[in-house]
Structures are given as structure tokens and as C-alpha cells.
């Protein structure tokens, strides 16, 4: 059983950037797929990037693409969330998520495991 904890939402205004982290514990992180999804109000959980277990490749959503960077670090069971250029349609919870996979699913409907969120606001 993994437990994943998400640290960093706030808010910021447009143009600006965050950093997501994402701690887990509680299995071998390194045997873990990750992804990064997010949802707005009234809209479907989305598919943000992904990340191999090993970190050698990494899979993005065209809208984030270019903007967003995910990163993990095995050695701290931590995956991250660089967000630059941020728009006010970046608005949404951002959660985490793990799958004992080598590959990262790009539905959420792939992944075990879930953090609680952390809430991204960014202003116009």
C-alpha cells in the first residue's frame, strides 16, 4: 500500500510558476509508474504528465507541454511538478498518482493509487 502526499499548491498569479511535490512512502517507490493529473470544478480528473518508474522517459498532455516538467528523485520517493507560464486555466486541484507499472497510464483509470490534492489557483 502506497501512500502519496502532495505539497506546494497555492496561489499565483498568471505567468508565474510552481513546484508540485510529491511524497510517498509506504512500498518501493522505484518500482512505481507516476503521473500527475489535475481537475477543475464540473470537469474530468485530466491527464498532465507521466514519468517511467526508472525516469528515463517522460509523457506530457499537449496542454502542459512545453510549460510543465515532471521529475523524480528515488533516492527521496519524490516525484515533482515544475509548472511555468502558468494561465488561469491551470486552475484545478493537482493529485498524484502511482502504478506498479513500468510505464505511466495517460487515464486515471490506470493508477492505484492516489494522493489527497493540492489546489492550484492562478489569477489573472
Known amino acids: 500500500q502506497v501512500q502519496l502526499v502532495e505539497s506546494g499548491g497555492g496561489l499565483v498569479q498568471a505567468g508565474g510558476s510552481l513546484r508540485l511535490s510529491c511524497a510517498a512512502s509506504?512500498?518501493?517507490?522505484?518500482?512505481?509508474?507516476m503521473g500527475w493529473f489535475r481537475q477543475a470544478p464540473g470537469r474530468e480528473r485530466e491527464f498532465l504528465a507521466g514519468?517511467?518508474?526508472?525516469?528515463?522517459?517522460?509523457y506530457y498532455a499537449d496542454s502542459v507541454k512545453g510549460r510543465f516538467t515532471i521529475s523524480r528523485d528515488n533516492a527521496k520517493n519524490t516525484v515533482y511538478l515544475q509548472m511555468n507560464s502558468l494561465k488561469p486555466e491551470d486552475t484545478a486541484v493537482y493529485y498524484c498518482?502511482?502504478?506498479?507499472?513500468?510505464?505511466?497510464?495517460?487515464?486515471?483509470?490506470?493508477?492505484?493509487?492516489w494522493g489527497q490534492g493540492t489546489q492550484v489557483t492562478v489569477s489573472s
Open positions: 514519468i517511467l518508474r526508472t525516469g528515463g522517459r517522460t
Open positions: 498518482a502511482a502504478v506498479s507499472n513500468y510505464w505511466p497510464p495517460q487515464t486515471s483509470r490506470g493508477y492505484d493509487y
Open positions: 509506504g512500498g518501493t517507490f522505484s518500482t512505481y509508474a
